[in-house]
């Protein structure tokens, strides 16, 4: 219930883009068609479901102080808390990369639809936020861990479709004044779109 | 001669005709979310400013040496290295605020700038230049930063970095501050804004 509970927030209320502005620039780069944005947000999920338990392993049996005492005695002392951030870095290119190879060896069709993007996952900050906020808030078990990855990969696929949708139409129907033409606009509709997913603040189940 | 021109441009380009976060679009994510305050937004204009310069310096120094097929990874962890410095220091010296920025200082790996600077700079120059490319680069996204974050302050709050700014005779007469300044979504529109006018006045960048 509590693990269920930590998904719809991230989806919703935790939502990567509208509460935290994390993964903007490739939000921004590619949200100008509806079909390579879902691509985009299937491939950002996919990591995020898979680097945030991986990295909460890590962070539970080795980085954390005192994370070490499963090896003896002797090492129950260690705080290895400065390195999260490096070693952070490097599960989730060392991911992307096996990801990319994994899935261009057992589905080719799912590899050319996706291929472009999954080099670029390394470098969004959606993923590594994830990582982030899963070792500043404390999470129980490695569940919750993979939840709140599931929530807020699918809540950044929404924030992405959606936002994609209306780019598509703002650019042929509407008269947008020149210079806010192209991105300007696009931060204007994120801002309306964010301020009404406020209204889910609250939700609890 | 005309090299000191060139550096001249490199230097001062990013601040306004090639400005990192409005015209190239890139480290929107944290330039976003350290907004709502003014002392924040500086602390992490700074620690962008450093991590950017020193590690533009020290990929220009290793370029030839690295196999392009590993570049990411490499810069990767020079970036993630140089962050973590930063991140040790802000907790030693100033704690508060490294509590009020939580994540983002750690974002700055994965911030978009550096990546590009990187990529698109200092694997092709010099270390001089390159290190005023990454002291320009990093003070344009300091700019915008500052700016986002001087009018969320005082309309949000009425402070500018934790002083009165507005006075209280403002409130006796039925001034209200904007709650909504505060809130995420507002730094968009703020940023939209500043966008706007900067593209009225240079219209060779308007996009049709």
Same mark, same amino acid.
């Not at chain 1, 589905?107 to 959606?126: E, R, T, W």
């Not at chain 1, 509407?174 to 801002?191: M, Q």
């Given at each position: ?38 691509? *985009? ?46 070693? +952070? ?31 670029? $996952?390394?470098?969004?900050?959606? $993923? ?78 | ?20 976060? $409005? ?50 990874? @490499?810069? *990767? @962890? ?7 410095? @930063? ?5 030693? +010296? ?53 700016? @986002? ?60």
């Amino acid at each position: 219930m509590e693990n269920l509970n930590i998904f719809i927030r991230s989806i919703f209320i935790d939502n990567m883009i509208f509460a935290y502005f994390l993964g903007m620039c490739s939000f921004l780069a590619v949200s100008k068609n509806v079909k390579t944005a879902f691509g *985009l947000g299937i491939a950002v999920t996919f990591m995020l479901v898979v680097t945030l338990p991986l990295n909460y392993l890590l962070n539970t049996y080795v980085l954390q102080p005192g994370a070490m005492a499963w090896l003896g005695e002797e090492y129950a002392n260690v705080d290895l808390s400065f390195l999260s951030l490096i070693l +952070y870095i490097a599960v989730i290119a060392s991911m992307t990369q096996l990801v990319e190879m994994a899935v261009e060896k057992f589905s080719p069709s799912l590899y050319a639809s996706l291929g472009i993007f999954l080099p670029l $996952i390394a470098v969004n900050c959606a $993923i590594l936020g994830g990582s982030l906020f899963m070792q500043q808030r404390d999470f129980p078990s490695v569940w919750t861990a993979i939840c709140a990855g599931g929530g807020w990969g699918i809540g950044w696929l929404l924030a992405i479709a959606a936002i994609a949708a209306i780019r598509e139409r703002v650019t042929s129907y509407s008269n947008v004044p020149k210079p806010l033409r192209g991105v300007g606009i696009t931060f204007i509709i994120t801002a309306l779109m964010g301020i009404a997913f406020m209204s889910f603040l609250g939700i609890k189940i | 001669m005309a090299e000191k021109i060139k550096n001249k441009t490199v230097f001062f380009n990013p601040f306004s005709k090639n400005n990192p976060v $409005i015209v190239q679009i890139l480290g929107i994510c944290s330039a976003l979310s350290v907004t709502a305050k003014l002392e924040p937004a500086i602390v992490m204009g700074l620690s962008v400013i450093a991590v950017l310069a020193f590690s533009n310096v020290i990929i220009s120094l290793i370029r030839n040496t690295i196999p392009t097929s590993i570049r990411i990874i @490499v810069q *990767l @962890v020079v970036v993630a290295g140089l962050v973590i410095i @930063v991140s040790e220091l802000l907790k030693a +010296y100033a704690y508060d605020v490294s509590l009020q920025l939580s994540v983002f200082i750690g974002l700055i790996i994965t911030n978009c700038i550096l990546m590009g600077r990187l990529e698109a700079f200092a694997m092709a120059n010099r270390p001089w230049p390159s290190f005023l490319d990454g002291v320009g680069n990093g003070v344009g996204y300091t700019i915008i930063l500052v700016i @986002v974050a001087f009018f969320r302050e005082l309309l949000g709050c009425g402070t500018l970095l934790g002083f009165q700014v507005v006075p209280n005779c403002f409130y006796q007469a039925g001034y209200v501050n904007n709650g909504l300044m505060i809130l995420p979504p507002m730094a968009l529109i703020v940023v939209a804004c500043i966008i706007w006018v900067h593209r009225s006045y240079n219209k060779d960048l308007q996009e049709n």
